[in-house]
């Protein structure tokens, strides 16, 4: 076993891990922040996209201890600081993002990734940047338009009625 | 104008804010003070002779708790199945025994052998790897017509052929069919398979089985999308549990699509072992294991006829399908095949003769049963397809030869045993062709074509059965549980409201649809009504959540209980106003005298219910709870038109979907924003297996997709851009026998959208001179390029 140390969302963690101990379970077990969630074992799902220093990285393949001494932020530390949500989240509840919530947290990740380096993405650019995270519910449509929304772009409101 | 509360508005999903900020409780989030974790020994071989398990090394492993094999298993039931299917000579299906652990045989690839309970999940691992299993391989019988056609492979050796049955729909009209056929002007003819899928939703499934020794109390939780169900058929039949010493919770629960409708051995184990281990027992499906252990879907290979007239009105139609059952009957197996399917072969036609004939096989793969749409996608696809062809083989524009076999008088009793309530076939089509602007598509063809490309337009229309009913009809069918659904409704002294229904929600937003309703009904403020499911300790019994069935039967439930409500709550406020019952308004939250400006609020009703000062006692009850039980009389019957537009590329074969666009008939819509949402998730798994997703074995009965890196999952980029795609719900002709007028939309994307696409692609080879009559799912570049090629 070995003791990490990291900043998780702001605040110290640290922990005894093993050796093949993956970070996306150092968070889930050893944290107890379970919405970083596993939805694959070949690093195709992305619903485990957390970042680590600023990167997005598929927490389910990185083990636990390379990233000892890194700054973490896991979907648990996107709010506002007041609790409520955050520009991306919001735009995700706005725009019927989510249906069932699992593939969520790695989109709400990936998509603060994306804005961070490509601050308007085309939808082009969305659609390929999501390349790593798989949703069986919503078909992607609300997802993109919530993207393209959080990034401050025209979409057609929700519902047209 | 948009509304801003109740039925009929885009409300936000109150559950999205769990869900975005982390702190959703998923069953694997799930974790019981001193659990254990259970790894699974599953089979690599596809069929054969267990000769022994040694489990001897395994159990001296450090942090192992208990070994099981299927000999820990004999004094307990085998997996239930939920349906009895009488064949065509009225017999019933051979129905085999299915171990919770593998016993004597093995039959699939991924079907458990032995479970390590230990301390760690890595010790467990580590521990079933010190397993030594001898098993003498047999060979695997994967093709259905090859395990009918011979009984030299037997999957199950007490039965007497691979055959589960035999079935014929309508018997009775099996020879008028075949004279129709005698007596065609014209006759299509097509032959295709429904390719096999898996779910897939994005959360593995989960069991986590616990054991209160002082109360002798069992709780199992579990990624299902029907917990009293799970208890019933694990209760009852597998472990012999009494229901009121056995609690299923389903909590938040990250999709289902079908999958996670049915009982699995995973659930039984970890209930059986908390109680032998008496500690709890926890279960996390990895991906791979979900590949080889959740029900697949679809898996039929059928033969289709189409008879005309003169005139091209259809006169008859006569298929045959092999149904793939796998290696056992998974809960509502047989019946998705046969009532699920030989049901909806009318179509939206009135074609007055229909002779549907499945075969169910049983083969040496991974039990196959509902996936969303269950049996509808299958009939929709076959029928669809075989217009198309005829269309074109007659030279007649497909949109008109649809129309003209149009039913379009309602009620409409089917060939097929059902009987359609209300629908507009032809103001769905107007709609699609509408927002799909066909007008302009000679000018995109051209475009199209500049650029080397071929361009296809593909039209299709649908119907499907929902809200699966009535419990006394589907009894006399086989079915071995009711269907109906339930709701208590609990209002508070201070007015609030808990909704306690039996439906479940895995996605589809019920907390927030459901609390419209209710909210509606009554004039308040959705935020005071809160929606209670999936604990069978909080919910009265209930069916579930499958076949687009929540608000359609569970709605109802809801809103039966809620006039019960509304109705005693009339009777304290006429006391209170001192007016008669009779005289009573309930309008936004208040009761009224009719024609008086007299009036008490919902909470003053409320609360002299639970402090009843002044209150009729001599007449109800203090407090106000019910609670309703809804059976529905008929299905209800969805329906549209669906349009898309492909662009082949003649160099790689590769297709992109360029335009798509629906036109759904689900009458009323109680949250359109929901509704939507759910037909965008239906057409991207219905693109998804037209195009990209197949679940595949070798010969040798080996899974040759079982991880993402096989298995083709639509992504973001394979779906149409937002400019170019339209779904619509504005034709909507309201169920006649709920109160809701409503039909069910979960399933309608999944079913309109593989044919949609397929006649797209034969249109686009086709206007390239490519004489290609049909084209099998998924429509993998490779397969179009060959078909193209000859």
Redesign the interface.
Known sequence: MTKIEMTVNGRAASGDV?G?TLLSSFL?DELK??????????S??G?CVVHVDGEAVKACTMLAVEAAGSEVT???G??NADGS?SVI?QA???H?G????????GM?MSAAALLKENPKPS??E???Y??G?????????????AIMAASGQD??P???? | MPKDGGIGASSKRREDVRFLTGTGNYTDDINIHGQAHVFFLRSDIAHGTITSVDTGAAEGMPGVVKVFTGADFEAVGGMPCGWQVTDKHGQPMQEPKHPILAHGKVRHVGEPIAAVVADTLEQARDAAEAIVVDIDELPAVVDMKAAVASDDVKVHDDLTSNLCYDWGFVEENKDATDAAFEAAAHVTTLELVNNRLVANPMEPRVAVGDYARGTDESTLYTTSQNPHVIRLLMGAFVLGIPEHKLRVVAPDVGGGFGTKIFHYQEEAFCTFAAKACNRAVKWTSSRSEAFMSDAHGRDHVTKIELALDGDNNFTAVRTETYANMGAYLSTFAPSIPTWLHGTLMAGNYKTPLIYVNVKAVFTNTVPVDAYRGAGRPEATFQLERVIDKAARELGVDPVELRRQNFITEFPYATPVAVEYDTGDYHATMDKVLEISDRDGFAARRAESEAKGKLRGFGINCFIEACGIAPSNLVGQLGARAGLYESATVRVNATGGLVVMTGSHSHGQGHETSFAQVVADMIGIDENMVEIVHGDTSKTPMGMGTYGSRSIAVGGSAMVRATEKIIAKAKKIASHLLEASESDIELKDGAFSVAGTDKSVAWGDVTLAAYVPHNYPLEDIEPGLEETAFYDPSNFTYPAGAYTCEVEVDPATGEVTIERFASADDFGNVVNPMIVEGQVHGGIAQGIGQALLENCSYDENGQLLTASYMDYTMPRADNLPQMDHYVVDHSCQTPCTHNPLGVKGCGEAGAIGSPPTVINAIIDALQSGGHDVAHIDMPATPARVWAAMHG
Request: net charge negative.
């Open positions: 093993e093949r889930r922040l379970t919405g970083t969630h596993v939805g694959c074992d070949t195709q799902c619903a896991t979907v648990e996107m709010a949500l989240q995700f509840q706005d019927h989510l249906q069932c919530g699992f593939c969520t947290p709400v939808e082009a969305v659609r390929d999501l390349e995270n798989i949703c069986r519910c919503t078909g992607y449509h609300n997802i993109v338009k979409v057609a929700v519902a047209a009625e």
